[in-house]
Each structure stands twice: as structure tokens, then as C-alpha cells.
T-cell receptor
Framework: AQSVAQPEDQVNVAEGNPLTVKCTYS??????LFWYVQYPNRGLQFLLK??????LVKGSYGFEAEFNKSQTSFHLKKPSALVSDSALYFC???????????FGSGTRLQVQP | NAGVTQTPKFRILKIGQSMTLQCTQD?????MYWYRQDPGMGLKLIYY???????DKGEVPNGYNVSRSTTEDFPLRLELAAPSQTSVYFC??????????????FGPGTRLTVL
């Protein structure tokens, strides 16, 4: 079975400060990991993914994520938050040998001016 | 490219009514998916398709049916609407060879209320 946990319902950060949104996963094989962002009344937009290779993955809008196999984590990071980054962020995982993604419950990021 | 389009954007149904949620993609993706998103929750997979004529159940398929007669279209059918089906429905597509996952692209969603 595959599963994803996003332990924080909400993350608050001041504009200009670094942000981290946490994600841990559980798979039986090698994971494919994704981050998506959802703005109000919109569909999900792809941010970045880890398939293989470098543990630090760079994505859209200045976001990056670090894959840590020993801690089974894939935390999303950004060095300097913007108010426009405020949105709902979803981590997702797919195990090799499976065809469907499993999504976490989402973390709401609130960036204060 | 329009990407993934969904119709309608909003719909209110009475208990027991039926409807079809439409989904079309113009990216020539072989995989298509239907998810539902309940308030405060992540997305749950209802059904998916790996190509025309091939569909398979996801995590929460009960009360839904799908068909995939063309590469572009993947409609989701609710036969007897129930209040538990009140949700936001997202269609997604991706291009995948074998079991390697490519990025899923999502439509804007259909907000369905069953009263």
C-alpha cells in the first residue's frame, strides 16, 4: 500500500521568510513523488516531481523539494515566501508497479505581508 | 491547447437523479483519471483509464461509472445521485509509457451538490 501524510493543516509564514511544507510517505517500492498547488476554485497545478536522481528537485515559481529516503520525506521549500504563494499544497506519491497517485490531505500555506 | 476541460462547472442534483460529468483533453494523453475532493480532504481516485476502451476502479468507485471510447474523452456517470456524492470532481490526464509516471494535468473541476 502507498500513503502520504502532510502533518500540518496550515503553515503561516511572513513574506520574505523561508517556508517549508512537510510531507512524508510510505511505499513498498521506489517512490515517485509530486507536489501540486491549488488556488481557490481552481484545479491542481503541478509544481515539481521526484522520479530519480538528485535528491534536491527544483520546480516552478522558485519552489524546490528535498527527497530524503531514510526519513521517507519530501518536504517542499522556498527561500523567500511571497503573499501570492498563499494556497493549498498537496503532496502525492506513486509506488513503482502502481498506476494511481495517492494524495495527502493538503496543507494550507498562508503568507502574511 | 486548452489542456483538460470539464463541464459543467457547477450542478445541483436531487437525490436519485443521474448526470454525466464531461472531461476532454487535447494533449493526446493516454491516461485519464477522475478524482473527488471533499471539503478539507485530499483527492481520492474514483476511476482511471490507461487508453481507449480500458478503464479500472480507483479507491472510491461505488456509485459511479465511466467509459473511454476515444483518447480525448472520459465521461463520469452518476446513476442515482446521493448526498454523499456532494463533492468537487476533478478530471486529470497524463502521458505514461509502461509504469513510469508522467505529470498529471488537472481540469478546473465540477462542483456538484446533491440535495
Amino acid at each position: 500500500a502507498q500513503s502520504v501524510a502532510q502533518p500540518e493543516d496550515q503553515v503561516n509564514v511572513a513574506e520574505g521568510n523561508p517556508l517549508t511544507v512537510k510531507c512524508t510517505y510510505s511505499v513498498s517500492g521506489n517512490p515517485y513523488l509530486f507536489w501540486y498547488v491549488q488556488y481557490p476554485n481552481r484545479g491542481l497545478q503541478f509544481l515539481l516531481k521526484y522520479i530519480t536522481g538528485d535528491n534536491l528537485v527544483k520546480g516552478s515559481y522558485g519552489f524546490e523539494a528535498e527527497f530524503n529516503k531514510s526519513q521517507t520525506s519530501f518536504h517542499l521549500k522556498k527561500p523567500s515566501a511571497l503573499v501570492s504563494d498563499s494556497a493549498l499544497y498537496f503532496c502525492a506519491v506513486r509506488d513503482t508497479g502502481r498506476r494511481a497517485l495517492t494524495f495527502g490531505s493538503g496543507t494550507r500555506l498562508q503568507v502574511q505581508p | 491547447n486548452a489542456g483538460v476541460t470539464q463541464t459543467p462547472k457547477f450542478r445541483i442534483l436531487k437525490i436519485g437523479q443521474s448526470m454525466t460529468l464531461q472531461c476532454t483533453q487535447d494533449m493526446n494523453h493516454n491516461y485519464m483519471y477522475w478524482y473527488r475532493q471533499d471539503p478539507g480532504m485530499g483527492l481520492k481516485l474514483i476511476y482511471y483509464s490507461v487508453g481507449a476502451g480500458i478503464t479500472d476502479k480507483g479507491e472510491v468507485p461505488n456509485g459511479y461509472n465511466v467509459s473511454r471510447s476515444t483518447t480525448e474523452d472520459f465521461p463520469l456517470r452518476l446513476e442515482l445521485a446521493a448526498p454523499s456524492q456532494t463533492s468537487v470532481y476533478f478530471c486529470a490526464s497524463s502521458y505514461s509509457t509502461g509504469f513510469r509516471e508522467d505529470t498529471q494535468y488537472f481540469g478546473p473541476g465540477t462542483r456538484l451538490t446533491v440535495l
